[in-house]
């Protein structure tokens, strides 16, 4: 192995351009995804939900604001607007919403009135959402139904009203709270779910 001076600077100079390009893809996404909202947020295309149906229409929207979704009878999560699948309206359901540093709000959220069958959410760093956003999920009655898992980790945004909103999921069975400075009453919550949702598994590390 050649341990010479010039070898060396030569490793260091490419470890260092390799991190500089990281550094710059990390900063390029954060651009892409704060320009969501630069302008002015997207309103609901009701008649792009009505041409390509609910599923379609709704994947769509979360994945330009940067979510992942995970279709029924699927393995992997689709990420990538320009590769999402074609086919049959009806053939592709969302299952599974992973929101992890996305930029989705309440503006978008009647993307997801016609959801039938999404059974987990997860929304993690989601700078927008808010108690209002939760209190419009939990008002989808589509949803009401479908929802068996939930996860809400570092949303500062959210409280204990937006939190205790939830319990409308009336089919929930895990919802993890975690890094959620706005929620004060710990116990208040556990105790209101325990009598709302007796067989819900609740994990809160706040």
């Known amino acids: 192995m050649d341990l010479s001076p010039s070898s060396s600077h030569e490793v260091k100079s490419s470890c260092y351009s390799v991190f500089m390009l990281v550094n710059m893809a990390e900063k390029l996404v954060t651009i892409v995804k704060a320009s969501c909202f ?3 947020p997207p309103r609901v295309d009701h008649d792009r939900i009505r041409d390509v149906g609910p599923d379609r229409a709704a994947s769509e929207w979360l994945l330009r ?9 699927q393995e992997r999560w689709q990420k990538d607007y320009n590769h999402l699948p074609t086919g049959p309206l009806d053939k592709y359901k969302i299952q599974a919403i992973d929101a992890t540093d996305s930029c989705i709000m309440s503006i978008g959220f009647d993307h997801m009135e016609g959801l039938q069958y999404v059974e987990k959410i997860r929304l993690c760093k989601c700078h927008y959402i808010e108690d209002g956003c939760l209190e419009r999920l939990s008002q989808l009655e589509n949803l009401q139904k479908s929802m068996l898992e939930m996860e809400i980790i570092s949303c500062g945004n959210v409280t204990d009203k937006g939190i205790i ?3 409308h999921f009336r089919n929930l069975k895990y919802l993890f709270l975690s890094d959620l400075p706005g929620v004060k009453e710990k116990e208040k919550i556990v105790q209101a779910f325990k009598t709302s949702l007796p ?3 609740l994990k809160i590390s706040i």
Request: with cysteine; glycine share 12%.
């Open 165 to 167: 909103a939830l319990h």
């Open 199 to 201: 067989s819900l598994e």
């Open 38 to 40: 630069s302008s002015r």
């Open 65 to 73: 604001c940067g979510a992942m979704v995970r279709y029924h009878g």
